[in-house]
């Protein structure tokens, strides 16, 4: 797709053999399960959303950077280029450009007039590249699953039954001994079934975490 000397930018979704590369670089960045990285990126299409892949000829590991494409919530007009990262050692070398680049070129192929993204560390390199200050968006997400008309009247006639049977299918009388206790009486040291029990001892303070602030700064780009 893109080449730059010995490195190339790739989609994803052509290159199925790249996918646990790329998830395992993204998990080096922002750690989570490898399944759960894998499932948020194999999503990738020609269209959007679309994994964009920087390889390099020269490296051990193929996959030294990745940068996903999303379609923003409510706009047709707009794409949320998220998840940018290159190799930590590769970095400096002008290949986050690259992948920008390469990102914007495509958000472009799919009829978006403007990029969004969010940073809280690379300001300065993205003010670079073009962006200015922009609002807060939303990337659109599809639904992984939904359910049929007839799974829900399934559902929900289920629900309805177990609301009138009650919480408990045992009919002895409120009364009565249950049949599978002692009763009281065989064992005096057993208490009554109607005492109530001890109460229990509160619980210890909850602890006070420190946690660091992060400041989250959301950008925009116009493309030409």
Request: aromatic residues 4%; glycine residues 8%.
């Amino acid at each position: 797709m893109h080449a730059a000397g010995t490195f190339g930018v790739c989609y994803l979704h052509e290159r199925p053999d790249l996918l646990t590369e790329t998830g395992e670089l993204i998990n080096t960045e922002w750690p989570r399960s490898l399944a759960a990285r894998l499932a948020s990126i194999e999503g990738s299409s020609g269209a959007l959303p679309c994994s964009l892949v920087l390889t390099s000829q020269g490296e051990a590991g193929r996959v030294v950077g990745h940068a996903r494409i999303m379609a923003v919530a409510g706009r047709g007009d707009a794409a949320l280029v998220e998840t940018v990262v290159v190799a930590a050692h590769l970095r400096g070398r002008g290949l986050g450009r690259l992948l920008m680049e390469a990102a914007e070129k495509h958000a472009c192929k799919v009829g978006c007039s403007v990029v969004h993204l969010s940073t809280h560390d690379q300001l300065g390199f993205y003010t670079h590249l073009g962006y200015s200050s922009g609002p807060v968006v939303s990337p659109l997400r599809k639904c992984v699953a939904q359910l049929t008309t007839d799974q829900t009247e399934s559902l929900l006639e289920g629900l309805a039954g177990s609301a009138t049977q009650g919480p408990c299918s045992d009919h002895t009388a409120p009364n009565e001994p249950h049949p599978l206790l002692p009763s009281p009486e065989a064992h005096p040291l057993l208490p009554s079934p109607e005492a109530p029990p001890p109460p229990a001892p509160p619980p210890p303070p909850p602890k006070v975490l420190e946690c660091p602030v992060v400041t989250v700064t959301w950008m925009k780009k116009d493309l030409a």
